[in-house]
């Protein structure tokens, strides 16, 4: 039979699952070790871990709304879009401004209540413990290092609602946090919404004092001047004028109120714009002072106020409808073309404008265009107030002063009488903006700590050390090169004559079990070798069988001397007359299994020092002689490629069936290489978990450039157990055949 094909294994192929159970198995022990500690940390850290509360609240955040009463120096609000708003929304909860807030409350609110122990995040660690009355952290630390940390706000997806949760140690100190962050928000969202109407109620408030002065000062002055003149009233016609007067004056000032409010308004709303788009804000601005709109604003204005004069002029009824008929449809037209025109811009800026700021630009074109109109009408009242306040000037000079003095009354009076109600408007829309935060759910206390889950940190404790167990084996098995199954060997395509497992009791440094074939030949070693005895029968096709068999290593301490005695065993045991022969001359050991001399032995017999009847010597096992190794020569590569090396093998061949030779290592010397070129087969033995499998490709590349005789590897010391289950199994039933007849015996007797 020729020698072995071993089956071919790519170098890419992955790793079957059994290879990576055997390797489990190889580190069963680190690997243990390593979860048991990762398991105790995490113990540990479950027993100790601070307690952590939980406390949540809820808002609802609505798109804001129009205000109640809808008055020209009122801004009107559009639909904010839905995503982007909250998102926008939930920036503002985060931001420095509510957060300062309330670590301001914070600080106010511990030293009101006075119990230490109720708070913990907002203390000074470094100060605990101390005489430091202030035992707290400043605003800014409590802002930026507690409240960014310990508070998330989320919004619920698909939904207008935010969560504000916060933990802390303190199950007291988490609650107050959770509500203190939504009334912070909640009144700087209220301040956000009426800052505008606030600015127009602050102006309308002080132009009402300045006016109810006015009214009184002029009450005054004519009261005094008809006690003084004695002139009680005015002509028809007089009164008439200064009527006439009165209203447009009091026209004209509403218009320039109105205008003043809608400059406020301008300014407040394009100072919002400019910081997000400053851009659009100048493009606005070219739109609102545009030459068409104004013209159809001027016109829109003097059509107005004609009509107003007509009214107060005409006293035929019929003829008055039907002018102001006429004045109402030739006012309509006009306004359709502005709106048209406004309705055609709005569409085109809207399409292009980002979601969030289609709001505000909307208030800003509303009010841009609403004081354009205003400044078009003030300008056409004033116009006729001139003309009126000429023909005034043309009364008589007696009841001149007079009818001034009335007129200013009257004129302080309407416009006093007019501020009063913008201002009760303003007043009213102020305290009727609700901002557009509800709290619908307020933080709780919580009874029961949301933090540590023990039992998770325990399992996620045994996880982690069970995974960096396997990840410490995978990592060493990537780094360690040296062979540790036959698969191993057969990648290489190495042919693999068969392994031993390790000899129990030798790792312990007992050599009593060293010659297991001996001492129990009923055990899995002793079958490995007998095993092997078989391969090496047929691992070969001659004409003449194997006789003379070498075996070496490719490193020291890979156990080519055990496994150099054992086979020898093997063949005696099977009735051929078999001998070992040392020629390890550089360290010599089959003399100590066989508990003899080293001396003498074949170097005194190569040298002549000793006869061949008295080289060869008899061991307790029938069939079984051996040779020691004599005395160690200084030149033993020389010796071993003698002539007389030669002569002895063939006499030894003669008289024996099998000669078994326990050569030194082929990769350090050249005494094993010398003799595979005049032995009929070389094994080569690696030793599991040790020989590195470079050195044992070295080893594989001299033994088979020389003459043939390689025969294999014997891999030595493999553990069954831990990678061939089965093959341990099957071993321990065929092993002890007489054991088991024996109890069936037993059984049936």
């Known amino acids: 039979m020729g020698n072995y094909e071993p089956r071919q294994f790519d170098e890419e192929e992955g790793t079957s699952l059994r290879e990576y159970i055997n390797l489990l198995r190889q580190y069963i022990v680190p690997i243990t070790l390593i979860t048991l500690a990762g398991l105790a940390v995490a113990i540990v850290y479950a027993l100790t871990a601070r307690d952590i509360y939980q406390s949540t609240t809820s808002l609802k955040i609505q798109k804001p709304s129009g205000n109640i009463l809808d008055a020209p120096l009122l801004p009107e609000f559009s639909d904010f879009g839905s995503?982007?708003?909250?998102?926008?929304?939930?920036?503002?909860?985060?931001?420095?401004?509510?957060?300062?807030?309330?670590?301001?409350?914070?600080?106010?609110?511990?030293?009101?209540?006075?119990?230490?122990?109720?708070?913990?995040?907002?203390?000074?660690?470094?100060?605990?413990?101390s005489d430091s009355k202030d035992q707290l952290l400043s605003v800014h630390n409590i802002a930026t290092s507690i409240l960014k940390k310990k508070v998330s706000i989320d919004q619920k997806r698909g939904l207008d609602i935010a969560e504000i949760t916060v933990e802390s140690p303190s199950a007291y100190e988490?609650?107050?946090?959770?509500?203190?962050?939504?009334?912070?928000?909640?009144?700087?969202?209220?301040?956000?919404?009426?800052?505008?109407?606030?600015?127009v109620r602050t102006f309308l408030e002080k132009q009402r004092e300045v006016m109810k002065k006015e009214l009184l000062l002029s009450e005054n002055k004519l009261q005094a001047y008809q006690e003084k003149e004695g002139i009680i009233e005015l002509s028809e016609q007089a009164t008439a004028l200064i009527q006439q007067i009165t209203d447009i004056q009091t026209k004209m000032n509403e218009a320039q109120m109105n205008m003043v409010i809608a400059e406020k308004s301008v300014a407040a709303l394009s100072s919002q714009l400019k910081q997000q788009n400053p851009k659009l804000k100048a493009y606005l601005d070219n739109f609102a002072t545009e030459s068409y709109l104004q013209g159809l604003q001027d016109q829109i204005a003097k059509l107005e106020v004609q009509r107003d004069v007509a009214i107060s002029d005409n006293k035929n009824a019929k003829r008055l409808h039907s002018v102001v008929a006429d004045f109402d449809k030739r006012i309509a037209i006009m306004k359709k073309k502005l709106n048209d025109k406004v309705a055609i811009y709005k569409e085109s800026i809207f399409a292009s404008s980002p979601e969030e700021i289609k709001a505000l630009t909307q208030q800003l074109l509303d009010q841009e265009i609403a004081y354009q109109g205003y400044k078009a009408s003030y300008k056409e009242l004033k116009a006729i107030y001139d003309n009126f306040e000429s023909k005034f000037n043309e009364l008589p000079n007696r009841s001149i002063e007079l009818a001034r003095l009335q007129r200013e009354r009257m004129a302080n009076e309407k416009l006093y009488l007019l501020i009063e109600e913008k201002y009760q408007e303003a007043l009213i829309n102020e305290q009727a903006t609700p901002g557009n935060v509800l709290i619908i759910d307020k933080a709780r206390y919580p009874y029961k700590p949301a933090k540590p889950n023990r039992k998770l940190i325990v399992l996620i404790g045994l996880i982690l050390g069970g995974g960096f167990g396997f990840g410490y084996a995978f990592v060493r098995n990537y780094f360690d090169n040296t062979i540790k199954t036959p698969e191993d060997i057969q990648r290489k395509n190495i042919n693999v004559l068969a392994w031993v497992p390790e000899i129990e009791g030798l790792e312990e440094g007992n050599k009593e079990f060293e010659f297991i074939v001996s001492k129990k030949p009923d055990s899995i070693p002793s079958e490995a070798f007998r095993s092997l005895r078989t391969r090496i029968?047929?691992?070969?096709?001659?004409?003449?069988?194997?006789?003379?068999?070498?075996?070496?290593?490719?490193?020291?301490?890979?156990?080519?001397?055990?496994?150099?005695?054992?086979?020898?065993?093997?063949?005696?045991?099977?009735?051929?007359?078999?001998?070992?022969?040392?020629?390890?001359?550089?360290?010599?050991?089959?003399?100590?299994?066989?508990?003899?001399?080293?001396?003498?032995?074949?170097?005194?017999?190569?040298?002549?020092?000793?006869?061949?009847?008295?080289?060869?010597?008899?061991?307790?096992?029938?069939?079984?002689?051996?040779?020691?190794?004599?005395?160690?020569?200084?030149?033993?590569?020389?010796?071993?490629?003698?002539?007389?090396?030669?002569?002895?093998?063939?006499?030894?061949?003669?008289?024996?069936?099998?000669?078994?030779?326990?050569?030194?290592?082929?990769?350090?010397?050249?005494?094993?290489?010398?003799?595979?070129?005049?032995?009929?087969?070389?094994?080569?033995?690696?030793?599991?978990?040790?020989?590195?499998?470079?050195?044992?490709?070295?080893?594989?590349?001299?033994?088979?450039?020389?003459?043939?005789?390689?025969?294999?590897?014997?891999?030595?010391?493999?553990?069954?157990?831990?990678?061939?289950?089965?093959?341990?199994?099957?071993?321990?039933?065929?092993?002890?055949?007489?054991?088991?007849?024996?109890?069936?015996?037993?059984?049936?007797?």
């Open 537 to 749: 029968n047929f691992s070969k096709i001659k004409e003449t069988p194997i006789q003379t068999i070498l075996v070496t290593s490719s490193a020291p301490r890979e156990g080519k001397t055990t496994v150099s005695v054992n086979i020898a065993g093997t063949f005696a045991m099977s009735g051929k007359k078999t001998v070992i022969l040392d020629l390890d001359l550089r360290k010599p050991r089959v003399h100590h299994l066989f508990n003899a001399q080293k001396t003498p032995g074949v170097t005194d017999y190569l040298f002549g020092d000793i006869s061949y009847e008295n080289l060869i010597r008899k061991s307790e096992i029938d069939n079984l002689f051996y040779i020691s190794a004599g005395t160690i020569p200084p030149n033993p590569a020389e010796v071993l490629g003698s002539k007389q090396m030669q002569d002895l093998l063939h006499k030894l061949s003669a008289d024996f069936d099998m000669v078994i030779i326990d050569s030194p290592p082929i990769v350090a010397v050249t005494d094993a290489e010398i003799l595979s070129k005049i032995v009929d087969a070389t094994i080569l033995v690696v030793s599991a978990n040790i020989t590195e499998i470079d050195l044992m490709e070295k080893a594989v590349e001299i033994l088979s450039a020389n003459g043939g005789s390689f025969i294999g590897v014997l891999l030595n010391r493999f553990s069954y157990r831990s990678g061939y289950g089965s093959y341990y199994k099957y071993y321990y039933y065929y092993a002890r055949p007489d054991q088991k007849n024996r109890r069936k015996k037993e059984l049936k007797g």
């Open 174 to 199: 988490a609650t107050l946090i959770a509500n203190d962050y939504a009334r912070a928000y909640k009144e700087i969202n209220l301040s956000y919404n009426r800052e505008q109407l606030v600015t």
């Open 83 to 129: 995503d982007r708003f909250i998102a926008n929304e939930i920036e503002v909860l985060k931001s420095y401004t509510v957060r300062e807030r309330v670590a301001k409350d914070l600080i106010a609110q511990y030293h009101q209540i006075n119990v230490p122990d109720s708070f913990y995040l907002i203390l000074d660690k470094d100060l605990i413990g």
